[in-house]
């Protein structure tokens, strides 16, 4: 069974510095790539990037582009958030997903880890 | 921000048929496949529909999406006081990023 398991709430004062993670298992963690999904308090889903766990090459969605690092330890299979710089507009629900494959389409998520809740307030 | 537009809200009796539209452009919806999801809010999302139409194993048929031009709808057939919750479209984007929609909460009245 395939499962993503994120670690659990965060509590952060501004300009501090956080990483989450999304531990997988069920599957090979090199073969599909991991993305970050933002939701904003009472908003809808932001897709804010992705990495290929196989070599680490990432991209992000210019909306989070330099705000957010993401990176993976292949030993443990697990996908990492990262920021350096916290901001009181940081305060979220984030989600890391799976890329799904099928034989006619692709860039869909077919599997997600159940949300880390961010909160950052002075 | 979302560049795919969805009602805000629809509404349906049990055992009725709603439907939820998803209003794209020709960079996202009218060049890729569209996606569906369910999502309550502090849960996992769940892939509903993927590639326009197609169901994964364990979602029930009561559930259909389908595509044309820019834009593209998911149906709920039969509904269920289960079917209470937000959905979100997806698509991908020519600028090289994975667009939702703004999501739609659907009631069962």
């Known amino acids: 069974e395939v499962q993503l398991v994120q670690s659990g709430a965060e509590v952060k004062k501004p300009g501090e510095s956080l990483r989450i993670s999304c531990k997988v298992s069920g599957y090979s963690f090199t073969t599909y790539w991991i993305h970050w999904v933002r939701q904003m308090p009472g908003k809808g889903l932001e897709w804010m990037g992705t990495i290929d766990p196989s070599d680490s090459y990432t991209y992000f969605s210019p909306s989070f582009q330099g705000h957010v690092s993401i990176s993976v330890d292949r030993s443990i299979s697990t996908a990492y958030l990262q920021w350096t710089n916290l901001k009181a507009s940081d305060s979220a629900m984030y989600y890391c997903s799976r890329r799904g494959t099928a034989a006619a389409t692709k860039n869909f998520f077919d599997s997600w880890g159940q949300g880390t809740l961010v909160t950052v307030s002075s | 921000q979302s560049v795919l537009t969805q009602p805000p809200s629809v509404s349906g009796a049990p055992g009725q048929r709603v439907t939820i539209s998803c209003i794209g452009s020709s960079s996202n919806i009218g060049a890729y496949d569209v996606h569906w999801y369910q999502h309550l809010p502090g849960t996992a999302p769940k892939l509903l529909i993927y590639g326009n139409s197609n169901r994964p194993s364990g979602v029930p048929d009561r559930f259909s999406g389908s595509k044309s031009g820019t834009s593209a709808s998911l149906a709920i057939t039969g509904l269920q006081a289960e079917d209470e919750t937000d959905y979100y479209c997806?698509?991908?984007?020519?600028?090289?990023?994975?667009?939702f929609g703004t999501g739609t909460k659907v009631t069962v009245l």
């Open positions: 997806q698509s991908y984007d020519s600028s090289l990023s994975y667009v």
